[in-house]
């Protein structure tokens, strides 16, 4: 039944107030984390300047907001799963955290002993070395996590692209081997009735679809090795599959066909009122969209991520035919068509929602979370890595009598010119190393304070 003949059918020309019971399945909490775990993201350098961990930041923070949750970065770039192993206590115990992610890999089988072409004998042995080593040290540490109350959640290594054409020098192979540490974790998983997420298959059945249209095609950097925005974004979604169940934002139907019966899920409808042109409502959800830049483009047509986890759906039955403005707080969102809301629309492809901004909000303060997080880092870097030998005096003085050494026996080689400025970074970090974590609990404390939905008022207006 339309507005127009329902109101026909009662001859009433004013409002109708509705105080119906509503269908309202509110949507279950987390799975895998509750509020007060903190979380620890061990890894290499996908893991140290990545954005995977800031993509599922801002997931928990807006679709479960009254889960706080704290995240810390414990990622060193160039490291293995045996540099883990040393850094273990002092770098990802030292926050006493409920889970840690762990993810290596991609430095452990040593990319250089992998190339195009036909390998020598002793480049063989290397190669199995390298295997043998990794899988030694990987086993360490899932004896570690064992011993522990710690959760983990292993990670195999994602792709090396040794698959598109674009120029730069393949490590051809290096992907196989990947894969075979993939499958290693996979049973260590298995074997202490562990969670594990697989990137590696799911990034390659990609690659492998893709490239078929364009052999220039990557989900990884120019580099081969460090995925970018979609990557991440790629890498995000597989966690948040194999961790979550999918899920709505939140989800409205009117059915002005049956008595205006609601239903909702993950949200509450109350002061329903019907008229001819009108139908207006107050409306409290549950959890925020998760918002986006244009740097998700193309990871949102590589994945499902908006059918699965990110649908906020606005349903009305019956309308009569023609558009109906969408207003939400007085704020004019979008023009639909009566047959666009009998299908259901997904609010969360309008960037123009207050509960949208609310969400970018959040986004910006994981963001600015990330970046100091990152800056944290500096310091661990150049400690574990490159001070892990060093045994004078504790002072900053000798310690850098020390780097200083440690650049000059690698002078001339490609990465030097990182780690000089990364040594730079250590000191201009150390004295700053106390306000940088205030700032990281301050920013932690208002995502927590600023990203709980708040009711509001929605309107359909009759064009």
């Given at each position: ?72 970065n ?66 360490i ?33 290096c ?35 893709e ?18 925005t ?37 949200c ?40 699965k ?22 704020k ?21 929602t ?10 910006n ?83 927590y ?15």
């Amino acid at each position: 039944m339309s507005i127009r003949s329902f109101f026909a059918s009662f001859c009433i020309f004013g409002f109708i107030f509705f105080n119906l019971q509503e269908l309202n399945a509110q949507q279950k909490t987390s799975k895998t984390f509750k509020s007060g775990d903190t979380v620890c993201f061990l890894g290499d350098s996908i893991t140290h300047g990545g954005q995977f961990h800031e993509f599922l930041q801002l997931f928990y923070a807006t679709r479960y907001p009254n889960i706080a949750l704290t995240f810390f970065n414990c990622g060193i770039s160039g490291d293995n799963a045996e540099g883990m192993s040393y850094r273990f206590k002092d770098d990802v115990l030292m926050h006493n955290p409920s889970h840690v992610f762990f993810m290596t890999g991609m430095n452990d089988v040593i990319r250089t002993l992998y190339f195009e072409g036909q390998a020598s004998d002793e480049v063989i042995i290397k190669r199995k070395n390298a295997l043998a080593v990794y899988k030694q040290n990987t086993d360490i540490l899932a004896s570690i996590f064992g011993a522990s109350q710690i959760t983990p959640i292993y990670l195999t290594p994602p792709i090396y692209d040794q698959y598109s054409k674009i120029e730069k020098e393949n490590n051809f192979g290096c992907n196989d081997a990947l894969i075979e540490c993939s499958n290693h974790i996979k049973s260590i998983a298995n074997q202490y009735d562990a969670t594990v997420v697989d990137l590696n298959t799911p990034m390659k059945k990609i690659m492998d679809r893709e490239l078929k249209n364009d052999s220039l095609f990557t989900i990884i950097g120019q580099d081969r090795v460090h995925p970018k925005t979609t990557g991440h974004f790629i890498m995000f979604h597989e966690i948040l599959s194999t961790l979550e169940t999918p899920s709505v934002v939140a989800q409205i139907l009117i059915n002005l066909n049956q008595n205006n019966r609601i239903k909702t899920t993950n949200c509450s409808v109350n002061e329903l009122q019907v008229s001819k042109e009108n139908i207006l409502f107050n409306c409290q959800e549950n959890s925020l969209p998760f918002p986006f830049t244009k740097a998700f483009d193309t990871a949102l047509r590589l994945v499902p991520f908006q059918k699965k986890f990110n649908q906020e759906i606005l349903q009305v039955i019956g309308l009569d035919k023609g558009s109906y403005d969408l207003f939400i707080q007085d704020k004019l969102i979008n023009t639909f068509s009566a047959k666009q809301l009998n299908e259901g629309v997904n609010l969360s492809n309008e960037f123009n929602t207050p509960q949208y901004i609310q969400a970018k909000e959040i986004m910006n303060l994981c963001q600015e979370y990330r970046k100091t997080g990152y800056q944290l880092r500096a310091v661990p870097f150049i400690a574990f890595k490159y001070l892990r030998d060093y045994n004078g005096p504790d002072t900053l003085k000798n310690k850098k009598i020390f780097l200083d050494n440690q650049l000059k026996k690698i002078e001339g080689q490609p990465f030097y010119n990182y780690i000089k400025k990364s040594v730079h970074k250590y000191y201009q970090t150390l004295p700053i190393l106390d306000s940088l974590k205030t700032r990281l609990n301050q920013i932690e404390h208002t995502i927590y304070k600023k990203n709980k939905p708040r009711a509001m008022n929605w309107s359909i207006v009759r064009r």
